[in-house]
């Protein structure tokens, strides 16, 4: 059995249909149970429990270890094993562990080891591993967490697989009356794919170095293991190249990362378990590398670098020596400054206007033969495929490298969908898999969690199926700033980082929801600003301290799912995102809490302990229109959202009357539930860019009066 998506848009990119369809379809999701997990775990002990992701195997045992001020860890490191980049992390535990609970530790130091009897003289975590690993794809990531009365003991084969563990280990903190401490248990854990990236995009809005770290930090407490990052675009060029400095200078608005910057982020990253793979996006999305070189374009400059976004004509020209000499002499530099042994050549989305306008490309067509510009593409990829294997590098792309001309030594990054991925794997090749990971889409969280690399439908054999290597939730820049990048990518990656991680059976998508909550709060302490800055935002818009109103709307109010936002206005390189919509969460709480409990009074008897709980929280929306009027009117900004704040409150009442009826058992008349409908229908026009997300849970509401 599986467990459904539930969330409560009013139209969504993966809906059904119409409302009696999705009502029918919301009614079947609240009576699912708790599906198992591909292991032997009680599901009910692993319900207790907030890790994100869920573990292989778990044993919950009765009893909890109390941490104290005594507390240390002490490093297994007979046979001479010692790893700085352990070191470094058990200090960062520490410093976690102690942020949390307020406990002065004696020591913040590594303890000496383990004496020659094997057994640890120290209070606490005892930390095990056989060797360093290698920060490259497939090393080994495993790991064992024991806790009973004795202490806490972390085996690993590599360092990276304890680190895993030490977070495990984090987010099983808990209290009870007497204190902090661990609860008993046993833990074997190992990720189910080797590659499990973030993709974020620096070129259409640049984020800075503290930012792509704060992201780094979060992305090692979901054991995410690949930092793919998107550093050239038609609206800039972002990484400092000596050999051609132009590109940097000319090409980025003075936005870019030095070397100095970008080996600074690897090595961040390595002391994390992270890899960093660059992505330099050719031979389209590339309006910015022509602003200082355009001999390489397929069509006379000056260019400029591109303010709006979309997909556009500038691509570099595949029928000319010079261009593969520039990448001949550019990959080299490259190369070096990135040490991950795959380089993304993005290959996507070119549109082909430049090369058909070009006589001299058609007239190269023509002499060797190539039919069309996909073939034309597959030349340029060779050449390409043929300067990074020089530097010992392999190459990866967008679904449009998938070709029969290149080797299978090159991995298909999947966005157009499994058909790919399925065609890809059966012929052998690598993948990774983004489609339906495109968390820039505003789509909730259960509907990445439940998108499987490896679904059954994809009718793979066991070798097939190894050739999917995993997947990459990935954050385009369009519409997002340092300020809201955080919002946009968290909490919503861990869950997408459990599907990557744990087995395919982990997928109760209201026990993901519960856990997701408490890990969003620990993300925090990353520095991540993706709860703290929406209340920023919003102050800002109301000119002063008094927001609860705006968080009341703002908290069933969602931007528009998919590419919608765009048709609102035409967004550019400077088009300000710090407006209410911009706060918004692409997954709203008080919606979706709103509907289960919706569900649970429609599908139970509807007892008044039920019905008073909906009544209270309409209630709250339907006397909040008043109260943030006098805010809106301030300030003209909000204005947008004015006519939003009011069909709250208009629905709200429909619901109040709703429930009233159900818990009397009245019934009213058509005419009635007409008028309910067409103001329901009316309330799912866009506004500010967004829309209200309990319209369908309102109209459940509706049904039997």
Partial sequence: MISTPVHFKTISLHSTGGMVQFLAFLSLCMFLVFPLSGNQTDERQKHTLNLMPMPENVAVNDGFYPLTEDFSVSLDNRGGRSSERISKAISRFLHRLSGRTGLFFKTHEIGAGIPTGGKSNQTGLTVSFQRTGEVK????????????????????????????????????????????????????????????????????HFFPVDAIKRNLDAMAAVKLNVFHWHLSENQGFRVECKSFPKLHLMGSDGLYYTQDQIRDVIAYAADRGIRVMPEFDIPGHSTAWFVGYPQYASAPGPYSIERLYGVFDPTFNPTTKATYTFFTKFFKEMAALFPDEYMHIGGDENNG????????????????????????????????????????????????????????????????????????????????????????????????????????????????????????????????????????????????????WSPAGVKDVRDMYRRLDGISLQLEEHGLTHIKNRDMILRRLAKNSDIEPLKVLLNVFEPLEGYNRHSQATYTFFSPLTRFVDAAWPDAPKSREF????????????????????????????????????IIDSSPVLKEIETASEDLSKIAEIGIQAVENRLSGTKRGEEWLKECKDTLEKAKQPRGHGELTIISAIGRLLQNN
């Fill in 137 to 204: 794809l497939g090393e080994e990531e495993s790991y064992t967490l024991t806790i009973d009365n004795t202490g806490i003991r972390l085996e690993a084969v590599t360092d990276i697989g304890a680190m895993h563990g030490i977070e495990t280990l984090l987010q099983l903190l808990d209290a009870d009356p007497t204190g902090y401490g661990f609860p008993f248990v046993d833990i074997k854990d190992k990720p189910r794919f080797p590659w499990r990236g973030l993709m974020i995009d620096s070129c259409r």
């Fill in 353 to 500: 206007v430049q090369w058909d306008s070009n006589p001299g490309i058609q007239a190269f067509k023509s002499k060797h033969n190539i039919k069309d510009n996909h073939n034309l593409q597959a030349y340029f990829n060779k050449k390409i495929l043929a300067i990074l294997t020089k530097y010992r590098k392999k190459m990866m792309g967008w679904d449009e490298i998938f070709q029969p001309e290149l080797p299978t030594t090159i991995v298909i990054h999947s966005w157009r969908g499994k058909e790919s991925l399925k065609e890809a794997a059966v012929k052998d090749y690598n993948s990774v898999l983004s489609n339906g990971y495109y968390i820039d889409l505003a789509q909730p969280t259960d509907f990445h969690y439940l998108n499987d690399p490896l679904s059954d439908d994809l009718g793979l054999n066991e070798e097939q199926k190894k050739r999917i290597l995993g997947g990459e939730a990935t954050m385009w820049a369009e519409l997002i700033s340092e300020e809201t990048i955080d919002s946009r990518i968290w909490p919503r990656t861990a869950a997408i980082a459990e599907r990557f």
């Fill in 595 to 630: 509907g289960f409990d919706v569900e649970t009074f429609m599908t139970q008897n509807p007892s008044r302990e039920n019905g008073d709980r909906l009544l209270t929280q309409l209630n709250t929306w339907k006397e909040n229109h008043e109260k943030l009027k006098r």
